[in-house]
């Protein structure tokens, strides 16, 4: 089987981990372990990225060295991972000896291919991104758009690295290999981002010592991105020759090895650009994908300390439960895109599909098992057209699930398989086996009870990547042993693959107790959140209306329309194909919008300080199509594209599924 090795970004230590931090490595666990139960050879790396100027820089706030601040740094990303079940195999370090030595070696295979040349730079620098910014990427008055912090004028010696030479070949390995940045939104901005032209990358620092020595010329050091880029091969102990590392020989120098990086959509341009131009320089294979996500916000609000909502996973795990957390995660956020964290829908999630679907049908099932056949669950010999159903079911979610975790998309996985415990559910209503057992009919419950554990046999191994405990405890009531993945042995229920006749059910304690409403108060208490403000009282009360009375609706402000009105406007879906800030503007954002014209349009947008520009590409959005083309900034805006807003809360509308660009919207 072929060997998977798959990474998080490694983070940095600037400050503690938070829940963007545990999206990104929960979900490598996930993918780790789901790769475990198909039986292939695995590898999972994270880790710390501990130099650049604004490490060195915040030690010294703190009056500490650098060295000793990161140690101290570590050991909160280190202790959230062991708290949220993330079984990573190694852990690097970007100050370990074992790191310097490999990434000056890379360093040297750049500088032999020719490709490393010494010069000045001057630029703008972003200390917060550790990256030089052009003019035109920047709001008014030099200020980052990440970080709206103005940068600052750098001009220093510094070796160049030729990046401009490998535009072309890029390009080329994008084509020869679709799938390289996924989703398609993202690689379609990275080909955008280097069919523009590439300008060659300073790469190593003057004017700072917190770093990696530059190979022969101690007085730089080595840019922090590239630094840190190299960790995903020098963890495996290479660049190295056959037979000198074992790890790097079996998963990155193999060219069967799925190499896959798990990165958020704010670096990416430094692992699907950079990243991939330093490998072909220094003759290394390239990764096989580099799949990004979105950013999380908060409630609706995004992240930040001044707010109070920066939430650290740790506690939250404690509240909740670590298999709830993982699950909530990675069923609520679609993959690779932009995703709250809502206390309430956590509670809603848990109750409505852990606690009254899967639990429930667990809680359903057991107690007839013990009444009618002392605990021991019966054989399935001859099922009927409902239990073929349900076994049909349960094959098609193995299917699908499978697919969609190969694809790098959880959420659809986890939709998969909640399918199957809703048709479970149907069938324990279909099949009534309360009448089965007040009637006597004990060969019909056998078959019942019998098709339901079968199936949540399969469960146990579908979501065990996801909720390894809770799944690992639902065994245990169904006599099964914990799932203990093997290297070359697929655990994957495709079919049937655990007999479960003759196992003996042991009743437990409820997976997924219920919140009640008193308990949910308690728990937002716990985790501080406050309870919404109650509406305002009303004067007085609404006065009843007959039932023949008629619907009196206030006028809109600005009087009605006629419907002849309404069809002047030609509302189509557009499909974002770029989209890049417009200088001098920190609201607009310049799109190409594919309308299924002959050529994209031109739709200047005012979402910038909502949208980052790569969170645009590969959307679909509703655009006012015949409006008269407007003249902005030197831009001509040739349609306008759709949001709605109520205070801080700002949504561009679209619409979900593949529709055809230029399609109507009525």
């Known amino acids: 089987m072929k060997p998977f090795y798959i990474t998080t970004p490694i983070y940095y230590v600037n ?19 789901f790769a475990k ?20 820089r915040r030690a010294r706030e703190l009056g500490k060295e650098p060295q000793a601040f990161v140690d101290e740094m570590a050991t909160p990303f280190q202790e959230a991972w062991k708290a949220l079940n993330c079984q990573h195999d190694d852990f ?23 490709d490393v040349y010494e010069g000045e730079y ?28 103005p940068c600052e004028r750098i001009k220093e010696k510094s070796y160049f690295f030729r990046l401009s030479k490998y535009g072309p070949k890029l390009l080329e390995f994008y084509e020869a290999h679709p799938h390289f940045v996924a989703p398609q939104g993202r690689y379609n901005e990275v080909k955008s981002f280097v069919a523009e032209g590439l300008r060659d990358l300073s790469i190593s620092r003057t004017s700072f010592k917190w770093g990696i020595p530059v190979p022969g010329a101690p007085e730089h050091v080595m840019y922090v991105w590239l630094d840190a880029l190299t960790n995903y091969v020098t963890a495996l102990g290479g660049p190295a020759e056959p037979g000198e590392a074992p790890l790097y020989d079996r998963f990155w120098a193999n060219p069967e090895s799925q190499v896959v990086h798990i990165v958020g959509k704010d670096i990416l341009r430094f692992h699907a650009v950079y990243w991939p131009a330093f490998l072909m320089s220094a003759g290394l294979r390239l990764p096989s994908q580099i799949q990004a996500h979105g950013w999380l916000t908060i409630n609706g609000e995004k992240m930040s300390k001044s707010l109070g909502n920066f939430l650290p996973p740790v506690p939250l795990a404690e509240a909740v439960g670590v298999d709830v957390l993982r699950y909530y995660l990675m069923r609520e956020v679609g993959f ?44 399935l010999d001859e099922p009927g057209e409902l239990e073929i159903e349900l076994r049909e079911a349960a094959r098609k979610a193995a299917f699908e699930a499978n697919r969609h975790l190969e ?9 998969a398989i909640w399918e199957l415990v809703a048709f479970a559910n149907r069938y324990v209503d279909r099949t009534e086996p309360w009448k089965l057992s007040k009637n006597g009919d004990e060969r019909a419950l056998a078959r019942c009870t019998t098709a339901i554990i079968e199936a949540l046999a399969a469960v146990s191994v579908m979501a065990w990547p996801f ?8 065994r245990a009531q169904i006599g099964l042993p914990p799932l203990e993945p093997e290297e070359g042995a697929c655990m994957w229920p495709f079919e049937p693959r655990e007999t479960v006749a003759g196992k003996k059910v042991v009743k437990g304690e409820a997976l997924f107790p219920r919140i009640d409403a008193k308990a949910e108060a308690a728990l937002l208490e716990k985790l501080g959140v406050k309870p919404a403000e109650p509406a305002a009282p009303k004067d007085e009360a609404p006065k009843a209306k007959l039932a023949d009375e008629p619907s009196k609706l206030a006028e809109p402000e600005g009087g009605y329309i006629t419907f002849d009105d309404f069809a002047k406007v030609d509302l189509r879906l557009g499909l974002v194909l770029s989209a890049e800030p417009v200088p001098k503007s920190d609201k607009l954002l310049r799109l190409k919008v594919d309308l299924g014209e ?3 349009r031109q739709i200047l947008a005012g979402i910038r300080q909502r949208y980052a520009p790569e969170a645009m590409v590969g959307r679909r959005v509703v655009v006012v199509a015949n409006l008269a083309p407007r003249k902005l900034l030197g831009f001509t805006s040739q349609g306008m594209v759709l949001a709605v807003g109520d205070g801080d809360a700002f949504s561009v509308l679209g619409v979900e599924g593949e529709i055809a660009p230029g399609s109507r919207v009525s």
């Open 15 to 33: 400050d503690r981990p938070h829940i963007g931090h545990a999206y990104s490595t929960i979900a490598t666990d996930v993918l780790t372990r």
């Open 37 to 56: 139960v198909r039986g292939r050879p695995t590898r999972f790396l994270t880790g710390l990225d501990e130099h650049g100027l604004k490490i060195e």
């Open 92 to 114: 690097i370090r970007t100050t370990e000896p074992r790191h310097k030595e490999r990434a000056q070696a890379i360093f040297q295979r750049m500088v032999e291919a020719g």
């Open 122 to 149: 001057e630029d703008w620098y972003c200390v917060g991104c550790e990256s030089f910014k052009l003019e035109r990427e920047l709001l008014e008055g030099n200020v980052c758009p990440d970080h709206k912090k």
């Open 336 to 379: 690779g895109y932009d995703g709250d964290f809502s206390h309430k829908n956590l509670v809603a999630r848990y109750n409505g599909e852990l606690a009254n679907g899967l639990g429930n049908l667990l809680n359903r099932i057991l107690p007839f098992v013990e009444k009618h056949f002392g605990g021991v669950i019966q054989p």
């Open 407 to 415: 694809e790098v998309l959880p959420h659809r996985a986890l939709d």
């Open 467 to 474: 909720m390894p405990g809770k799944c690992d405890l639902l």
């Open 598 to 600: 002959a050529e994209p």
